[in-house]
T-cell receptor, first 109, second 115 residues
């Protein structure tokens, strides 16, 4: 079956760095997405990785290792507004997104 | 209006009611999706439409009936729902349903409560 695993909840301190991991087992792979979802709001796109390596975009970076079925989202210089759920999703062989349950990130002052 | 809009934002209905959720996208996309989001569970893909044609129906009960009259509008008709159908229903759209880069843009969702 297809499976996406990510931690349910993480806590970090304002100004610090946090890494949210995602492991996947899917039928085919056509890229991995990270989305951010604030409570009561729509998920919004953060990043897309299809090749191995690190993609940096401001305070957020995303890493992919296809051989290990592994990705992480790195958030630097955490701000209170980064408190949200972070969703990992893999595009499978049919180009459909398979979603993880999301990681709720709590930022403490 | 820009992006993806959904109405209503909140809906409370009884098990015998019939209601419809509406989604509209102003992004010129050709693919539209319905998802169900329950607490602490992954997003569940319900239906996919590509160029107005339904391409996916992930074993969704018949009490949920989608309709896509054109590439910009998507409806989800609801009838005789169960309390376990209470969830956030998200609509999304993307350009090219069959593409390695398939960024989906989401609407704000309809919070549905079935009594």
């Amino acid at each position: 079956g297809q499976n996406i695993d990510q931690p349910t909840e993480m806590t970090a301190t304002e100004g610090a760095i946090v890494q949210i991991n995602c492991t996947y087992q899917t039928s085919g792979f056509n890229g991995l997405f990270w989305y951010q979802q604030h409570a009561g709001e729509a998920p919004t796109f953060l990043s897309y990785n299809v090749l191995d390596g690190l993609e940096e975009k401001g305070r957020f970076s995303s890493f992919l290792s296809r051989s290990k079925g592994y990705s992480y989202l790195l958030l630097k210089e955490l701000q209170m507004k980064d408190s949200a759920s972070y969703l990992c999703a893999v595009s499978d062989s049919n180009y459909q997104l398979i979603w993880g349950a999301g990681t709720k990130l709590i930022i403490k002052p | 209006e820009t992006g993806v809009t959904q109405t209503p934002r909140h809906l409370v209905m009884g098990m015998t009611n019939k209601k419809s959720l509406k989604c509209e996208q102003h992004l010129g996309h050709n693919a539209m999706y319905w998802y169900k989001q329950s607490a602490k569970k992954p997003l569940e893909l319900m239906f996919v439409y590509n160029f107005k044609e339904q391409t996916e129906n992930n074993s969704v009960p018949s009490r949920f009936s989608p309709e896509c009259p054109n590439s910009s509008h998507l409806f989800l008709h609801l009838h005789t729902l169960q309390p376990e159908d209470s969830a956030l229903y998200l609509c999304a759209s993307s350009s090219q349903g069959q593409s390695s880069y398939n960024e989906q843009f989401f609407g704000p969702g309809t919070r549905l409560t079935v009594l």
